[in-house]
């Protein structure tokens, strides 16, 4: 008895993943169909197909199920709303929103000039 008890009580409780901590699902079909149509219709000579944007929305989303894990909660939320905004959805703009956001933050964090570097850069 106390087993199914136990077992009704971790069903009807809520995820033990939190949904920020999970890749968000999006819907890339609806870009890539968009991509496809201009890059057609403007006629430019490396279109990307459906296949190809579909594909490379694939790719990022897999390499996410890493960076995702690591990124700061705050990060993933900005990158998030940046990578759905507009009513277009793409794992592609998420992933490169975290890493410019971590490389840039790597950045911020190295030491400032000291010596003759400093100085030369007063004259």
Excluded: H
């Amino acid at each position: 008895m106390k087993a199914i008890l136990f077992a009704f009580g971790l069903l009807a409780s809520p995820s033990l993943i939190p949904v920020s901590d999970r890749v968000p699902e999006l819907k890339v079909e609806a870009l890539c169909e968009s991509t496809s149509e201009t890059d057609k219709a403007m006629g430019l000579a490396l279109a990307q197909s459906f296949a190809d944007c579909m594909r490379d929305e694939t790719a990022a989303r897999q390499q996410l199920g890493t960076v995702w894990a690591t990124a700061k909660p705050a990060v993933r939320d900005t990158c998030e709303s940046e990578a759905t905004s507009l009513g277009t959805q793409s794992y592609v703009d998420l992933l490169t929103c975290i890493q410019m956001t971590e490389t840039a933050s790597a950045m911020s964090s190295m030491p400032q000039l000291r010596g003759a570097s400093k100085n030369r850069n007063k004259q």
